[in-house]
Nanobody, 124 residues
């Protein structure tokens, strides 16, 4: 069983930055594909960013490309999401996702495990 715990959410003004972190339990974290999703009020959960277990390539949804960076530290069993130049439309609950196989988590059905989420609010 894999447990994911997100942290780092909060309230920030437009143009500000936040860094989210997801801590994963379980063995062989370096073999997990990891991703971040978000869900805004009244909307479906959507893909934000993903990283393969090899960390050689990252994937982003178009709306965050160039502003967000996903990274992982296999020694610490963590995956982070650095969010810069935040916009009001980035307001959402952000979820960490994991899969114990070689994939790119760009859709809900690719993930095996989910965290409970952390709230990010961007004010104008």
């Amino acid at each position: 069983q894999v447990q994911l715990v997100e942290s780092g959410g909060g309230v920030v003004q437009t143009g500000g930055s936040l860094r989210l972190s997801c801590a994963a339990s379980g063995r062989s974290f370096n073999n997990y594909a990891m991703g971040w999703f978000r869900q805004a009020p009244g909307k479906e959960r959507e893909f934000v960013a993903a990283i393969r277990w090899s960390s050689t390539k990252q994937y982003y949804t178009d709306s965050v490309e160039g502003r967000f960076t996903i990274s992982r530290d296999n020694a610490k069993n963590t995956v982070d999401l650095q969010m810069n130049n935040l916009k009001v439309e980035d307001t959402a609950v952000y979820y960490c996702a994991a899969a114990r196989y070689d994939t790119v988590i760009v859709a809900d059905n690719k993930a095996e495990y989910w965290g409970r989420g952390t709230q990010v609010t961007v004010s104008s």
